[in-house]
């Protein structure tokens, strides 16, 4: 009796169906793609080209409590963990702006000018007697 084929990669048991979330963002804008094993993450990632991305690409892998993070080739997650507030923000090449708009918002009126010290002042002051 022969023994059924084993998969080439396990899948841990988490709970989740497709735990590992590629993160990544490119010159054309935000990829972020579900993944049932680490290595299919890690193939998608290998298919960017360098130059094309904007930033760190991130492998995060969701937990059965919830919380996804960063995990490493060994499969050794980190405490760094993924931000929903981060998938819901859009990110644009818009400049970001010098000043408000708000005039009281700014810091008027809080600058204050120093007069340099006079010549000599302080060269020659000992640190200590």
């Not at 094309?52 to 499969?75: H, P």
Request: aromatic share 8%; charged share 35%; hydrophobic share 35%.
């Amino acid at each position: 009796m022969s023994e059924p084929d084993q998969p080439a990669e396990s899948v841990p048991d988490t709970g989740v169906p497709e735990p590992f979330i590629l993160d990544l963002t490119t010159r054309d804008g935000r990829v972020c793609e579900r993944f049932a094993t680490y290595a299919e993450a890690k193939r998608r990632l290998d298919q960017f080209p360098t130059e094309s991305l904007i930033g760190l690409a991130f492998i995060f892998e969701e937990f059965a409590d919830g919380s996804e993070r960063v995990v490493l080739e060994d499969g050794k997650p980190l405490q760094l963990h993924r931000s929903p507030v981060e998938e819901a923000r859009e990110i644009t090449d818009d400049p970001l702006p010098l000043a408000e708009d708000d005039p009281e918002a700014g810091a008027e009126g809080n600058f204050r000018f120093v007069e340099p010290p006079p010549p000599g002042w302080g060269d020659d002051l000992p640190l200590s007697e």
